[in-house]
């Protein structure tokens, strides 16, 4: 039987929220050879939108019109900088109240969980968002438990995930719920994209926001940035700044609320994890760790679990290329 999936967009919506998780479905349809879903994208009136990346999306029903078509298994909510508009509009509040309670799993994309909170659709669930707007999400929403560092997340029949390409990770698990791992695997590996990313979002956002919002620590990070492995104590850190050791932990407090030295161990873990899935050949923790300054094997599986949720060995399995699966030694390896 197939399955109505309707994704819900408006005018400046994000193009990839929708048109990541309308992929992995029509994929499932192709591969399948037979119509598993059937998608609709639906917007208050029908025809073309401008998404906030300046293309089109052209959507063939209106939301009125819903109700009309065959019964809806999963509503989807697009995120984007139109967001906003759209929780100060009672008719798509309305909308969203009158169709929750007649499908099976209702969800958001990014910052579309904005629109669901407002509508009263995830009060004390947990939920998640894009890491930028965790914050402003939590203080608009006071009674939602939000989870800054997941992907995706379910709680009482709601999902919910972080930005953007995190839309196509909550479709494959939803493909992968109706229709098994077999063929969640395969959309996933038609698309060039992995059935489960380990660990969080904050693995992809913290060395990128830091770069972004380092303030007066640029010329810093740049000299960090430029040389992982080099010599960095503390002092000789602030000696480059030339300020004291302590004015350069309150620098980096305000700008990047962590350490000097908290800061070096992930920007040296980025480099390890990248190492990781930088050859076919195998890679012993001792040598890896040595050569970016992570102490021993052991202090660096320790902070690998603890960066990115997974060990290094379970990491590169999910990341790297199939002919890595055969070269993990043991011992001193992953």
Not at 85 to 104: D, K, S
Not at 127 to 150: E, F, G, I, Q
Not at 217 to 223: A, E
């Amino acid at each position: 039987m197939s399955r109505h999936i309707a994704l819900i967009a408006y005018p400046d919506c994000q193009l990839l929220d929708v048109s990541g998780p309308w992929q992995v479905f029509a994929t499932a349809n192709e591969l399948s050879q037979r119509p598993l879903y059937q998608l609709t994208l639906a917007a208050d009136v029908p025809g073309k939108l401008m998404t906030n990346g300046g293309l089109a999306l052209d959507a063939s029903h209106s939301l009125d019109q819903l109700a009309a078509l065959p019964p809806l298994d999963t509503l989807l909510v697009a995120g984007g900088s139109g967001v906003a508009r759209q929780c100060e509009t009672p008719e798509m509040l309305a909308t969203l109240r009158a169709l929750a309670p007649q499908v099976r799993r209702l969800g958001s994309i990014c910052s579309g969980a904005f629109l669901l909170a407002a509508a009263g659709l995830l009060d004390g669930l947990r939920v998640t968002t894009h890491w930028r707007y965790v914050d402003a999400l939590a203080n608009a929403y006071p009674s939602l438990k939000v989870a800054p560092d997941a992907l995706y997340v379910e709680s009482g029949g709601r999902y919910t995930s972080a930005g953007v390409t995190a839309g196509i990770d909550l479709a494959l698990s939803l493909l992968e719920a109706d229709h098994g791992a077999e063929l969640a695997g395969r959309v996933a590996r038609e698309l060039v994209v992995f059935l489960h990313r380990p660990g969080g979002q904050s693995q992809f956002s913290e060395i990128l926001r830091g770069q972004q919002s380092a303030g007066p620590l640029r010329r810093l990070l740049d000299h960090l940035h430029a040389d992982p492995a080099g010599e960095h104590a503390v002092d000789q850190m602030a000696a480059f700044m030339a300020v004291t050791p302590r004015h350069l932990s309150r620098l980096f407090r305000r700008y990047l609320n962590t350490t000097p030295g908290a800061y070096l161990t992930q920007l040296r873990l980025e480099q390890a994890r990248l190492a990781l899935l930088d050859t076919h050949q195998p890679v012993a923790l001792e040598r890896l760790a040595a050569r970016w300054r992570l102490g021993g094997a052991e202090q660096l599986r320790r902070q690998f679990q603890r960066y990115y949720g997974v060990s290094p060995s379970v990491y590169r399995q999910r990341f790297a290329s199939s002919h890595a699966d055969s070269t993990l030694e043991h011992h001193s390896c992953l």
